[in-house]
């Protein structure tokens, strides 16, 4: 028989790295629960409870758990972050904090910043004449309660202490609504800021599509200072019959920041999915992504590019379950490394006994530009039915000299060759995007990262700053 005594001192000594900033969250959720749930339906009111209660007991992941065991989280365990969960005062213009990049680009922005919607008070919650709702998850909460509470915490399971806590702790966020048959022409964008040093939120978003319901969202993480910080983000994706979604994750922070983004999309008959997500800076970034097919001819394709150099660290964890027949699915992440910096790929795929008729196909490819760079990638399939068509695969390697000295001998210069190829490698990624002005934009970002800074260099091939001078060459781009 388990002596229960010491169980507890055995579990204490297995999370004692967490304890310090474990202990700073239970402390203050028994002291501010009446707070923090001042706009809570009864629904949230019973989840926020329970799942404080669970990670009093989990505590936070830690390296000796199979889905963690290549991110190392002590550092921020150990930070000295403040718990912030007060909405920000709305006293200055969102251009004035931050100034979105993607020129030409006419989005409906949403902002969150340190946490809370940002926005006037009678623009919390907006309703337009085809009845799309956008705005604060919160203010959703307190118009909207019956559609709210249909949907809320009803597909991210809480695996983790990280999503107890965002159950237990966040107060606001996004929520987008698209009825049925609606098609909202203009692509939505969600701007998440952290301003002040040294804060830990916890965000929720929620989007609903209707049937037939069509949407491109945008979603960036960006940081307007060097402060520490560290995000720990929800976000749950209702996609009903035959509705489509283009989603783009743009993720852009400073090496001080951590940001844990954790998304679960429900998808429904017939239903579409396209993922792009952008890791181009951060000091640790963890992707996780569950997509549950549950809908004969559901199709998603999930796409990610990361750039990580110094000692940065980004982590994807790409999970599909194909839980009924007829259903499609692409995965393909590729990831450039420099310096120290490391990464983890997860790719995980699961189809059911019944789901016949699967296709689910998933690659990862990786250059490492320094041998002190790292990639750890797991692609893995876990398939039950016989009736499919399933594969994966990885690959880990460097430039490739044969192709650099082609170019060369073509007069470009090595450093240009060099960047060349990586952008070449890059480009099946940014290729997908369906959108000119933000396809364009990302394009410059991701060019001026592979130089390592922000500056443009005249001399470059690319000429990312003077698209009216190009430089030509007879290049056979087979051979690159």
């Known amino acids: 028989m388990t002596n229960p005594v010491k169980g507890k001192k055995v579990m204490e000594k297995i999370n004692q790295t967490d304890y310090p900033l474990r202990k700073k969250f239970t402390e203050y959720f028994t002291k501010h629960a009446e707070r ?5 339906i009864p629904k949230v009111a019973k989840m926020r409870r329970d799942a404080m209660e669970t990670f009093q007991k989990t505590g936070f992941p830690q390296k000796s758990m199979e889905r963690w065991r290549n991110t190392d989280l002590k550092n921020i365990y150990a930070s000295d972050l403040k718990i912030f969960d007060r909405e920000t005062p709305y006293k200055k213009q969102l251009s004035e904090i931050f100034l979105c990049e993607v020129k030409g680009f006419d989005t409906h922005v949403l902002s969150v910043l340190n946490g809370s919607f940002y926005s006037p008070e009678e623009e919390k919650l907006t309703i337009d004449g085809s009845g799309v709702i956008v705005g604060s998850l919160s203010k959703a909460m307190q118009e909207y309660p019956e559609l709210v509470g249909k949907y809320y915490g009803e597909i991210m399971q809480q695996t983790d202490g990280f999503k107890s806590l965002n159950m237990a702790m966040t107060t606001d966020g996004v929520f987008i609504y698209v009825p049925d048959n609606i098609e ?9 800021i952290l301003n002040d040093p040294n804060l830990i939120i916890n965000v929720r978003n929620l989007v609903i599509l209707g049937k037939n319901a069509k949407l491109r969202l945008l979603h960036c993480d960006d940081s307007v200072n060097h402060h520490a910080g560290f995000i720990n983000k929800v976000n749950e994706v209702f996609i009903d019959d035959n509705a489509e979604l283009e989603l783009y994750k743009l993720q852009n922070l400073n090496d001080e920041t951590a940001l844990l983004n954790q998304t679960a999309v429900h998808q429904s008959a017939g239903s579409r999915l396209k993922v792009n997500v952008f890791s181009l800076n951060g000091g640790m970034i963890r992707n996780e992504i569950f997509d549950l097919m549950n809908g004969q001819g559901a199709w998603s394709d999930v796409r990610g590019l990361y750039l990580m150099d110094q000692k940065q660290h980004v982590d994807n964890q790409v999970n599909i379950y194909h839980n009924v027949p007829h259903c499609d699915s692409n995965q393909l992440f590729k990831g450039i490394l420099d310096n ?3 990464a983890v790929f997860n790719g995980y795929i699961n189809v059911k006994r019944d789901a016949q008729q699967t296709n689910a196909f998933q690659r990862n490819s990786n250059i490492l530009l320094t041998k002190t760079s790292r990639v750890d990638t797991m692609p893995h399939l876990e398939i039950y039915a016989d009736d499919v068509k399933c594969s994966h695969g990885a690959s880990v390697g460097q430039l490739d000299n044969e192709a650099l000295f082609y170019l060369e001998q073509r007069g470009i210069p090595f ?3 060099r960047m060349l190829l990586m952008y070449a490698f890059a480009d099946a990624v940014i290729n997908e995007i369906t959108i000119d002005a933000l396809r364009i ?3 410059d970002m991701v060019k001026r990262r592979l130089r390592g800074d922000l500056s443009i260099c005249d001399r470059c091939v690319l000429h990312c700053s003077n698209p009216d001078q ?3 060459f007879d290049i056979d781009m087979s051979k690159i």
């Open 340 to 342: 120290e910096a490391t």
């Open 415 to 417: 450093a240009d060759a």
């Open 36 to 40: 923090l749930g001042r706009y809570d």
């Open 184 to 192: 909202v022409e203009k692509t939505i964008q969600i701007i998440n």
């Open 470 to 472: 190009p430089v030509i």
């Open 441 to 443: 934009s990302i394009e």
